[in-house]
């Protein structure tokens, strides 16, 4: 789903945009991204052109939309936006980081990072790293401003980064071990607009060895 789609409260749009998404994940199964066209996903979803356009601008966006929503899907097993911690969360977001990257390469998931698409998935799935830290922050009472929301652009894409440098690594850790070396990367860029209480605890954890 594009980010905002996350948020859409009406059950006849979400439901639409499911019925979209559902319907360029059946047909990447047969053929590959560049065969399929708008009206090939609008027949498949039972919907015609129009309607297609109310909710995405191209069949790009509706790509976008669904890496986004099954990386969001991940995010909300871990209730990660439920959770006011920024290291806890933190470590929550990374870890479903380097689970997407496995579920990807699976083939769970309508893009398996093809290099024609790998720019897409990669901003796709920075878009909702940045999201769910934006939200952590208004949560822990952090200012909105163009300092917080610098320092969640670096972060997300810091954290994707990682992931996608461990995932693709030949002799790579097992996920359990990466994600606390991610985060001793990634927490003083998090702990450089956080709270002055959030900072002060922060501060207290002991250094990640290598």
Same mark, same amino acid.
Request: net charge negative; with cysteine; glycine share 4%.
């Given at each position: ?72 899907? #991940? ?10 911690? =920024?290291? *806890? /969360?933190? %470590? $929550? @977001?990374?870890? &479903? +980081? ?41 949560? #822990? ?10 320092? =969640?652009? *670096? /972060?997300? %894409? $810091? @954290?994707?980064? &990682? +992931? ?47």
């Amino acid at each position: 789903m594009p980010i905002s789609d996350c948020e859409v409260r009406d059950p006849r749009i979400r439901r639409t945009r499911q019925l979209l998404q559902g319907a360029l994940r059946d047909l990447m199964h047969t053929r590959s991204f560049e065969e399929i066209s708008v009206q090939d996903i609008a027949e498949a979803a039972t919907v015609n052109r129009a309607t297609f356009y109310d909710h995405y601008t191209d069949k790009f966006g509706l790509l976008a939309a669904l890496i986004a929503g099954g990386f969001h899907g #991940l995010l909300r097993e871990r209730n990660v936006e439920h959770n006011p911690d =920024s290291p *806890a /969360a933190a %470590s $929550a @977001i990374i870890l &479903a +980081a380097c689970d997407y990257q496995i579920l990807m390469h699976q083939g769970k998931e309508a893009c398996k990072g093809e290099s024609p698409f790998e720019p897409l998935v990669d901003s796709a799935i920075t878009g909702a790293i940045r999201q769910v830290l934006s939200r952590n922050k208004q949560n #822990l009472g952090v200012v909105h401003s163009a300092q917080s929301e610098m320092v =969640s652009a *670096a /972060a997300s %894409s $810091a @954290i994707h980064a &990682a +992931a996608k440098e461990w995932f693709n690594s030949p002799n790579r850790l097992p996920v359990q071990e990466i994600v606390p070396k991610i985060l001793a990367l990634v927490l003083p860029m998090l702990q450089f607009s956080a709270t002055p209480e959030d900072a002060a605890e922060s501060a207290s954890l002991e250094p990640i060895a290598n």
